[in-house]
């Protein structure tokens, strides 16, 4: 009897083997938790920095967060690419591509509606706008990566149509905890449950 369940126990192995790297053929897995986290720490600082020109003079709020997203986008990439470089990840690969057009697409939008926007005096959307098209750019590309990124993309959204219905100091604020306290929780969970 104790051969048939070693043989029931081999196979359960084997097919759990196959089914995680058929997952990892078919998943971006190259996201950065310690990149996430310190891009949260910049947006904390960029929200706190921002916070006194929101109701006064609110291109200087704009230019301190474009200045931030400047230096997110920058460490996003290093920290992207340093991390699928040690894993050895193709960011020619299928699930690669399929990732970055997918994130790309509703980035694209954001920065186009921020030129709009900032052209009309519209400043108040920005946030709801910026928050919504970031989660929606996690919540399309979480399709081909790690399980945790769609979820990180709906909590941005919510965040997002809160941000709807407040005034620009206010978005501010939820500015700071989307994109600086949300990148800190989901960064220490993707370090944690996914490696760097």
Not at 62 to 80: C, E, F, S
Not at 136 to 154: K, T
């Amino acid at each position: 009897m104790e051969q048939p369940a070693a043989l029931h126990e081999h196979a359960l192995n084997n097919l759990r083997y196959i089914r995680e790297a058929m997952e990892r053929a078919t998943a971006f897995t190259s996201i950065p938790g310690w990149g996430g986290f310190v891009i949260g720490l910049t947006a904390v600082a960029a929200a706190v920095i921002a916070q006194p020109h929101a109701s006064t003079h609110p291109r200087t709020w704009l230019m301190v967060w474009l200045i931030d997203a400047i230096v997110a986008a920058a460490i996003a990439a290093a920290t992207t690419l340093r991390k699928g470089w040690r894993a050895g990840v193709s960011f020619a690969s299928p699930p690669a591509r399929r990732f970055f057009v997918s994130y790309s697409a509703p980035l694209i939008a954001a920065a186009l509606l921020t030129i709009a926007l900032a052209r009309g005096g519209a400043m108040h959307a920005l946030p709801a706008t910026w928050l919504l098209l970031y989660g929606s750019s996690f919540v399309s590309s979480g399709a081909f990566s790690i399980r945790v990124i769609p979820v990180m993309g709906v909590c941005f959204m919510l965040a997002g149509i809160a941000a709807c219905f407040v005034s620009l100091p206010a978005g501010n604020i939820l500015l700071g905890a989307g994109f600086g306290g949300l990148h800190i929780i989901f960064g220490l969970i993707i370090a944690r449950s996914y490696g760097g």
